[in-house]
C-alpha cells in the first residue's frame, strides 16, 4: 500500500499547481500598483512582465518550493540551485536570440522565489559586484560553480551564462535582481490593499472579488486565443468595480454584545421621560425591551467607532445632527398648536393632557425611523429607536412640550 502510494505521489501535480499560483498571486501582487501608460501581462513574456512608460521591460520569473528546511522553513535559494540557473539560463536565450543588440538596454530582470537566502555566494558576489564593478571576480565565482557540480543538466546552465561576451554578461548581471524570502504573497497582496484603502474590513471583499475576476479574464482571453494582458489606461474598465466595495452602501457589521441592565431601570432619564407623557407604564416590560435597545445600540456604535474605526468623526456627527434634526422638525409639527395657545396666554398646565397625547404621538413617529450613518446602509429600526433613547438620556431630544425645563433642573 505505501509503495502503490508513493507511485501515486509521483504522478500529482499539486507542487506544480502551487507553482502556478504564486506566479499568478505574483501578478496579482504586481498588478496593484499598475500605472498609467504601463501594461502588465502574464504568461505572455515571461511569468509575468510589465512594459513601462518609457519602452523598457520587466521581465519576471517566479519560484516557487514547497520544500522545507530543517526550521520549517522553504528551503534555501544554494548557490547550485536548478530554478536560479535555469532561469538565468533562459534569459541569456533570450539575449542571444535578439540580433538587434538592444535587448539588454530595454529589459530588465527580477526571480523572485519564496525560497530562503542564506550563505548564497553567487548573490553576494552578485551585489558586490553591483557596487564594485569587478566584472572579473563575478566571471570567476560563475566558473567556479561549473567545477562544483556533476549535473550536467545545471552545468550546461552554468555553461551557457558564462559564454555570454564581457560586455553583454556584464550588463545583464547589473540588470539583474533576486529577491528570496517572498514567501507570504497572499499575506502581501492584502497588506497592499490596506495601504489603499486604510480600512481592515475592506481587504478581504476587495481582495476575494479582485482575484476572483483577474483569474476568469486570465482563463477567458487565454482561451479565445489572446494574450492576457492588461494596460494601466484600461485597469479602471476592466477591473475597477472589484473595488468598489469600498465605496459602495454596506451594512456595519454586528457582532453579540453582553447586554447588562442597570439595576433601577426606571431611574434612567429616557425612561422617566416616557412614564411623564404616559407613554409607558411603571412596572411595563416595555421598560426592560427599550434599555435593552439602547444598550444594543451604544455597545455597537462603542465598536465601530472606537474600536474598529469603522466610521469617522465626521460621520458620527453628521449622524448625530440628522437624527435631532428629524426630531426638530416632528417635535415643531406635532406642537405648533399647543406653542400658539401658550403665546396667547394659555397656561401650560391647563394644556397638559393635550401635550401627552401630543407627545406619544411624536414618540410613535420617531420610532418610525430607520436611520443610517454615512457610507452603510439603514441600521434598522431597533437601533434607530435605541439611539433615540440614548439622545434623549443625555438630554439631547425630549417629548414633553417643556422637556428642556422639566429634566435638566434634574
Not at 61 to 82: E, F, M, S, V
Not at 295 to 306: A, R
Not at 364 to 371: E, G, M, S, V
Request: aromatic letters at 12%.
Amino acid at each position: 500500500m505505501a509503495e502503490t502510494k508513493t507511485i501515486q505521489e509521483q504522478h500529482t501535480a499539486g507542487p506544480q499547481a502551487i507553482g502556478f499560483d504564486y506566479q499568478f498571486y505574483y501578478f496579482m501582487f504586481l498588478a496593484l500598483d499598475l500605472k498609467f501608460g504601463q501594461k502588465i501581462g502574464f504568461e505572455v513574456k515571461d511569468d509575468v512582465h510589465i512594459d513601462k512608460e518609457d519602452g523598457t521591460t520587466i521581465l519576471y520569473q517566479a519560484k516557487h518550493t514547497i520544500l522545507k528546511n530543517a526550521k520549517g522553513n522553504p528551503q534555501n535559494l544554494t548557490d547550485l540551485d536548478t530554478d536560479l540557473w535555469k532561469t538565468l539560463s533562459n534569459w541569456v536565450d533570450f539575449v542571444n536570440a535578439d540580433k538587434s543588440s538592444d535587448f539588454l538596454k530595454k529589459h530588465t530582470f527580477i526571480l523572485v522565489t519564496n525560497k530562503s537566502e542564506s550563505n548564497n555566494d553567487f548573490i553576494a558576489s552578485l551585489n558586490t559586484f553591483k557596487a564594485d564593478n569587478n566584472f572579473d571576480n563575478i566571471k570567476s565565482k560563475i566558473k567556479e560553480l561549473e567545477t562544483k557540480t556533476k549535473d550536467e543538466t545545471l552545468k550546461g546552465y552554468l555553461k551557457k551564462v558564462a559564454k555570454l561576451s564581457k560586455s553583454k554578461l556584464e550588463l545583464f548581471l547589473k540588470k539583474l535582481s533576486i529577491e528570496t524570502g517572498e514567501d507570504e504573497i497572499i499575506d502581501k497582496i492584502k497588506n497592499r490593499i490596506l495601504e489603499k484603502y486604510y480600512q481592515e474590513n475592506l481587504v478581504e471583499p476587495i481582495f476575494e472579488k479582485f482575484s476572483s475576476e483577474l483569474n476568469l479574464s486570465k482563463y477567458l482571453d487565454i482561451k479565445a486565443g489572446g494574450k492576457f494582458e492588461i494596460s494601466g489606461d484600461d485597469f479602471g474598465k476592466r477591473f475597477g468595480k472589484c473595488f468598489k466595495v469600498a465605496t459602495e452602501i454596506r451594512p456595519l457589521p454586528k457582532r453579540e454584545f453582553p447586554v447588562l441592565l442597570p439595576d433601577n431601570l426606571e431611574s434612567q432619564i429616557f425612561i422617566k421621560q416616557l412614564l411623564d407623557i404616559g407613554e409607558i407604564q411603571t412596572g411595563s416590560n416595555d421598560i426592560r425591551n427599550y434599555t435593552t435597545q439602547m444598550l444594543k445600540f451604544l455597545n455597537h456604535f462603542t465598536y465601530w467607532s472606537e474600536e474598529e474605526n469603522f466610521i469617522l468623526l465626521t460621520d458620527i456627527e453628521e449622524f448625530k445632527n440628522n437624527s435631532i434634526q428629524i426630531w426638530i422638525t416632528e417635535f415643531k409639527a406635532k406642537y405648533r398648536q399647543i406653542e400658539r395657545q401658550i403665546n396667547n396666554g394659555s397656561a401650560i398646565e391647563d394644556l397638559e393632557d393635550d401635550i401627552k397625547n401630543l407627545g406619544v404621538d411624536l414618540v410613535d413617529c420617531i420610532r418610525k425611523q430607520d436611520l443610517s450613518i454615512p457610507g452603510f446602509s439603514a441600521l434598522g429600526i431597533e437601533f434607530s429607536n435605541g439611539h433615540y433613547y440614548a439622545l434623549s438620556d443625555k438630554l439631547e431630544i425630549g417629548w414633553h412640550f417643556d422637556w428642556g425645563n422639566k429634566y435638566k433642573k434634574e
